[in-house]
């Protein structure tokens, strides 16, 4: 059973940069995919961002390319997203996932996180 937490998430204006963590304990952190997703009020939970296990590639969302990057530190069992040029429309609960395929599927996800708010403010 793998325990995700995440973390760093808050206020920013609007152009502001803020980066995301996830440590995960409780398993072989390198043996899964990880992905990241996002809930707005009132919407469905969506696919932002996703890793391979070795770290060695990325995928995204259309709406945050170019704007987010994910990364992983296998050694420390931790995901991070790095997002910047924030925009309103980035408000929501973001979630780490881990899962055993790499993509861009809920469904493919066996473990999440509990969530952080991130606010981004015109």
């Known amino acids: 059973q793998v325990q995700l937490v995440e973390s760093g998430g808050g206020l920013v204006q609007a152009g502001g940069s803020m980066r995301l963590s996830c440590s995960a304990s409780g398993g072989t952190f390198s043996s899964y995919a990880m992905g990241w997703f996002r809930q707005a009020r009132g919407k469905e939970r969506e696919f932002v961002a996703a890793i391979p296990k070795k770290g060695d590639g990325a995928y995204y969302v259309d709406s945050v390319e170019g704007r987010f990057t994910v990364s992983r530190d296998n050694a420390k069992a931790t995901v991070y997203l790095q997002m910047s040029s924030l925009k309103p429309e980035d408000t929501a609960v973001y979630y780490c996932?881990?899962?055993?395929?790499?993509?861009?599927?809920?469904?493919?996800?066996?473990?999440w996180g509990q969530g952080t708010q991130v606010t981004v403010s015109s």
């Open positions: 996932a881990a899962g055993d395929i790499y993509g861009a599927r809920k469904e493919s996800y066996r473990y």
